[in-house]
Antibody, heavy 119, light 106 residues
Framework: DVQLVESGGGLVQPGGSLRLSCAAS????????MHWVRQAPGKGLVWVAR????????SNADSVKGRFTISRDNAKNTLYLQMNSLRVEDSAVYYC????????????WGQGTPVTVSS | DIQMTQSPSTLSASVGDRVTITCRAS??????LAWYRQKPGTAPKLLIY???NLESGVPSRFSGSGSGTEFTLTISSLQPDDFGTYYC????????FGQGTKVDIK
C-alpha cells in the first residue's frame, strides 16, 4: 500500500527554522514528483512547493520563496521541506502529496504534521 | 495566479438528495481540474480528475463536469459517509485550490 508519513512539525518561534520529512513507501518514490501543501487552522488548502522525480527542478509558492526549500533523498525514499525565517502565518498542518505521473494532480496524501509559529 | 471560487461555502442536505457544488476559475483551466474530499482531521482524498474522470474506487454517485472556467461536482444520492469538505483544484498553471464547500448531513 502507498504510505506517506510526515514528521518534524512542532512549535517554533518567529524567525526560527524547522525541517519536515515525508517518508514514502509502497511505490517507486524515485519516479514520482512530490509536493507540499499546507492548511492553516480552519482554512483551506494551499500549495507550497513541488519537486521533480530526481530533485533537479523545484518550484515554490510566492509566499514561501526564499524561505522554504523542498528537497528529496531517493535513496532514503524521503521528501523534505526546510523552512527558514518562519512567520506566524506559516502555522499550519503540512501535508506531502504524490503527483500522478505526467498528470499534475495528487493521488495520495500523507496525514500531515502540524507546525505552530508562536512566541 | 489563477483563483478558484467555490459555491456554496456550506450546504446541508438529506440522505438521498442530489447535491451539486460549483467551482469557478478566474481564467480558463481547460479540463485540468480535480475534486477532493477532506474529513475532519484527515488528509484529502482524490475523487475526480481531469474534470470528469472518476478516481478508481470512488463510488459512481460522484460525477464531475465542466471545462474552461466553470465546473460542477455532483453527488447523485447523498450518503451518510459523504460528509466533509470538498475542494476543487486547478492544475493548469501551478496548483490552486478553492476555499472549500462543507457538506453536512441533515
Amino acid at each position: 500500500d502507498v504510505q506517506l508519513v510526515e514528521s518534524g512539525g512542532g512549535l517554533v518561534q518567529p524567525g526560527g527554522s524547522l525541517r519536515l520529512s515525508c517518508a514514502a513507501s509502497g511505490f517507486s518514490f524515485r519516479s514520482k514528483w512530490m509536493h507540499w501543501v499546507r492548511q492553516a487552522p480552519g482554512k483551506g488548502l494551499v500549495w507550497v512547493a513541488r519537486i521533480n522525480s530526481d530533485g533537479s527542478s523545484t518550484s515554490n509558492a510566492d509566499s514561501v520563496k526564499g524561505r522554504f526549500t523542498i528537497s528529496r533523498d531517493n535513496a532514503k525514499n524521503t521528501l523534505y521541506l526546510q523552512m527558514n525565517s518562519l512567520r506566524v502565518e506559516d502555522s499550519a498542518v503540512y501535508y506531502c502529496a504524490r503527483e500522478v505521473a505526467g498528470s499534475y494532480y495528487f493521488d495520495y496524501w500523507g496525514q500531515g504534521t502540524p507546525v505552530t509559529v508562536s512566541s | 495566479d489563477i483563483q478558484m471560487t467555490q459555491s456554496p461555502s456550506t450546504l446541508s442536505a438529506s440522505v438521498g438528495d442530489r447535491v451539486t457544488i460549483t467551482c469557478r476559475a478566474s481564467q480558463s483551466v481547460s479540463s485540468w481540474l480535480a475534486w477532493y474530499r477532506q474529513k475532519p482531521g484527515t488528509a484529502p482524498k482524490l475523487l475526480i480528475y481531469k474534470a470528469s474522470n472518476l478516481e478508481s474506487g470512488v463510488p459512481s454517485r460522484f460525477s464531475g463536469s465542466g471545462s474552461g472556467t466553470e465546473f460542477t461536482l455532483t453527488i447523485s444520492s447523498l450518503q451518510p459517509d459523504d460528509f466533509g469538505t470538498y475542494y476543487c483544484q486547478q492544475y493548469s498553471s501551478y496548483w490552486t485550490f478553492g476555499q472549500g464547500t462543507k457538506v453536512d448531513i441533515k
